[in-house]
């Protein structure tokens, strides 16, 4: 492998939470490969601290469905445009979008058309919903990471170029989950039934969804007054948490934590959580779950009629089963959230028979993601 002249310069987009942990992972491999590498874009704490430099931090593009998105187009296509015009004078030696399909798969078609070298990380969900994102994926993506074992192949078939890296989540979640430890840091004892209520990391998701999650909380504690909840809030959301706990959720023993959503998932007995990465997140730690999401009536409209496959939540799909319940829109009702956690804490075999599928699952995903990645990204810089 030839080497690279001087400290490599990527730049990087990562929209929301999501993307910004993936993106940390991603530049800790790189940074052990490149310590002086710089790296520059749009991006969120988590990147900071592995010393990226936002121009634009990442919640800037967290916004969750068609409507919320429409809303504040005229803001995120401004971003797209000024970043898109500092970096083709600045000209990157690669340019990695991290997820956030909608926002950089055009610009990754632009610079990719004016010569920078890009990398899109993560697979647009093309098997799932909205197929048609496979050929604005061809145009945009010299090099695509996936996340999934069965992606390359797909992508391939299309005439774009791919690597399996595993999920770097598997590489940071431990195979065997340290349960006790996390009791102990949060204060519970090891007998206590626990409950982790996870609405998600996007205003949008909480809106949606934490009126319904407090309301399968006061049912739940209402029939199992012992039960313990913990709600971990995504960093700069916790006044609008407080705000829907004063008007949905007055008197609930509901404890938040400022962020340790991986301690709280380590410590539960099960966890009522917003579909997403967060799923992902909940599997590797072995936990069950009751999937849940609501979405505005028109993004659902859209939405249901681009889905290709009858699961939603990532645990299901990479299973190929419904292994946890969703209970999506209308479905989501306190009653019926309530019913199917108590379904899980009334079932410790069934609990211990998922534990033992995700643990396969997990080995599946555990591919030492940042160095692999790193390898590949190694290989386009020397123009392999």
Same mark, same amino acid.
């Given at each position: 492998?030839?080497?690279?002249?001087?400290?490599?310069?990527?730049?990087? /987009?990562?929209?929301? %939470?999501?993307?910004?942990?993936?993106?940390?992972?991603?530049?800790?491999?790189?940074?052990? $490969?490149?310590?002086?590498?710089?790296?520059?874009?749009?991006?969120?704490?988590?990147?900071?601290?592995?010393?990226?430099?936002?121009?634009?931090?990442?919640?800037?593009?967290?916004?969750?469905?068609?409507?919320?998105?429409?809303?504040?187009?005229?803001?995120?296509?401004?971003?797209?445009?000024?970043?898109?015009?500092?970096? +083709?004078?600045?000209?990157?030696?690669?340019?990695?979008?991290?997820?956030?399909?909608?926002?950089?798969?055009?610009?990754?078609?632009?610079?990719?058309?004016?010569?920078?070298?890009?990398?899109?990380?993560?697979?647009?969900?093309?098997?799932?919903?909205?197929?048609?994102?496979?050929?604005?994926?061809?145009?945009?993506?010299?090099?695509? @990471?996936?996340?999934?074992?069965?992606?390359?192949?797909?992508?391939?078939?299309?005439?774009?170029?791919?690597?399996? !890296?595993?999920?770097?989540?598997?590489?940071?979640?431990?195979?065997?989950?340290?349960?006790?430890?996390?009791?102990?840091? @949060?204060?519970?004892?090891?007998?206590?039934?626990?409950?982790?209520?996870?609405?998600?990391?996007?205003?949008?998701?909480?809106?949606?969804?934490?009126?319904?999650?407090?309301? %399968?909380?006061?049912?739940?504690?209402?029939?199992?007054?012992? +039960?313990?909840?913990?709600?971990?809030?995504?960093?700069?959301?916790?006044?609008?948490?407080?705000?829907?706990?004063?008007?949905? &959720?007055? &008197?609930?023993? !509901?404890?938040?934590?400022?962020?340790?959503?991986?301690?709280?998932?380590?410590?539960?007995?099960?966890?009522?959580?917003?579909?997403?990465?967060?799923?992902?997140?909940?599997?590797?730690?072995? $936990?069950?779950? /009751?999937?849940?999401?609501?979405?505005?009536?028109?993004?659902?409209?859209?939405?249901?009629?681009?889905?290709?496959?009858?699961?939603?939540?990532?645990?299901?799909?990479?299973?190929?089963?419904?292994?946890?319940?969703?209970?999506?829109?209308?479905?989501?009702?306190?009653?019926?959230?309530?019913?199917?956690?108590?379904?899980?804490?009334?079932?410790?075999? $069934?609990?211990?028979?998922?534990?033992?599928?995700?643990?396969?699952?997990?080995?599946?995903?555990? $591919?030492?993601?940042?160095?692999?990645?790193?390898? !590949?990204?190694?290989? +386009?810089?020397?123009?392999?």
């Amino acid at each position: 492998m030839a080497p690279i002249a001087g400290d490599p310069r990527f730049s990087m /987009v990562a929209g929301e %939470a999501s993307g910004d942990l993936l993106a940390s992972l991603l530049l800790g491999g790189m940074r052990r $490969r490149w310590p002086q590498l710089s790296a520059t874009g749009i991006g969120g704490p988590k990147m900071a601290t592995q010393g990226f430099t936002p121009w634009w931090p990442s919640d800037k593009l967290a916004v969750h469905g068609y409507a919320e998105a429409l809303r504040h187009y005229r803001e995120i296509s401004g971003i797209r445009e000024a970043l898109a015009e500092r970096l +083709l004078r600045e000209r990157p030696q690669l340019f990695i979008g991290v997820d956030a399909p909608d926002f950089n798969l055009g610009l990754e078609a632009r610079l990719k058309a004016a010569g920078v070298r890009t990398v899109h990380f993560v697979c647009p969900s093309i098997w799932a919903w909205r197929g048609g994102r496979v050929k604005k994926l061809w145009r945009s993506a010299d090099h695509v @990471l996936c996340l999934f074992p069965f992606e390359p192949e797909l992508l391939q078939g299309h005439g774009i170029e791919a690597s399996y !890296v595993g999920h770097p989540l598997a590489d940071a979640i431990p195979l065997d989950v340290p349960r006790a430890a996390a009791r102990q840091a @949060l204060g519970f004892t090891a007998d206590e039934p626990v409950l982790a209520v996870m609405p998600g990391s996007r205003r949008g998701e909480i809106n949606n969804l934490l009126p319904a999650f407090l309301g %399968a909380v006061r049912r739940l504690h209402a029939a199992r007054p012992a +039960l313990r909840f913990v709600l971990p809030v995504a960093p700069g959301l916790r006044p609008l948490v407080d705000q829907h706990i004063a008007a949905h &959720g007055a &008197g609930l023993p !509901v404890e938040l934590l400022d962020g340790r959503s991986h301690e709280a998932l380590a410590a539960c007995d099960a966890t009522l959580i917003a579909s997403g990465t967060a799923t992902l997140e909940a599997a590797l730690f072995k $936990r069950p779950m /009751v999937i849940a999401y609501r979405l505005h009536p028109l993004s659902w409209q859209l939405m249901k009629r681009m889905r290709y496959q009858p699961w939603v939540g990532l645990p299901n799909i990479l299973c190929r089963d419904f292994v946890v319940p969703e209970l999506l829109q209308h479905d989501a009702t306190p009653n019926a959230l309530a019913d199917a956690v108590l379904q899980w804490l009334d079932a410790p075999q $069934r609990a211990q028979a998922l534990e033992q599928r995700f643990m396969e699952l997990h080995h599946l995903l555990r $591919r030492d993601t940042a160095r692999t990645a790193t390898d !590949v990204i190694a290989r +386009l810089l020397a123009g392999a």
